[in-house]
């Protein structure tokens, strides 16, 4: 096939004709975006000095109003934060193991067990608070506030002192999303 072949092949599949309407310029072109209803273009805000919020004061990085309710910004803590384990639990049967009844995989977990170690610590010397979402735990050498990573039903949990380990044990049983289901 010759040089002179091949172009005259390409101008047959694509030929170019002056009096032909479909060329780029006099087609109106046609998007996604084009289709229903068109929506007035947003106007991008005026910033101006008396428009831009001040940077807070020292060396803050944010203002107390964007920290969540029930958070202490009055002081901070000078108290080192005590080892802990997180780990989750799931409870099996033999119908789980033997038959896979129950609908359970690998993924399901059942309970949250947090591990809190506390050395030269006694029971009556700590403080604990547990929410759906966070575990406070304060005594005279340690402050512990954690964010778990699952919800908790927090009035269903249980705290167990394993005295020669000098830990803390807390077993909380995590907020299934179908629970109201019998």
């Known amino acids: 096939m010759a040089m002179t072949d091949i172009s005259a092949l390409a101008q047959m599949l694509n030929p170019k ?5 479909d060329s780029d310029n ?7 975006a084009d289709i229903g209803n068109s ?13 831009v ?3 807070p004061a020292g060396k803050d990085i944010w203002d107390a109003e964007f920290v969540p309710e029930g958070v202490s910004t009055d002081h901070e803590e000078t108290r080192p934060q005590p080892q802990y384990d997180v ?4 409870n099996v049967g033999t119908e789980d193991m033997f038959l896979g009844m ?3 995989h690998p993924g399901s977990n059942d309970e949250l067990i947090i591990t809190i170690s506390l050395p030269k610590t006694k029971t009556s010397e700590i403080d604990l608070n547990v929410t759906d979402e966070r575990v406070d735990c304060w005594t005279s050498e340690y ?5 778990l990573p699952k919800p908790v039903v927090s009035n269903q949990g249980s705290a167990q002192w394993i005295t020669d380990k000098e830990q803390l044990r807390l077993t909380l049983p ?6 109201f289901l019998p």
């Open 102 to 104: 129950s609908g359970k």
């Open 87 to 90: 780990c989750f639990k799931q």
């Open 39 to 51: 929506k007035p273009k947003s106007k991008i805000p005026d910033v101006t000095p008396s428009t």
């Open 17 to 21: 004709d002056e009096g032909d309407s």
């Open 26 to 32: 006099d087609c109106v072109k046609y998007t996604p």
């Open 174 to 179: 995590l907020k299934k999303e179908f629970d």
């Open 53 to 55: 919020k001040k940077a």
């Open 143 to 147: 402050a512990l506030r954690l964010h």
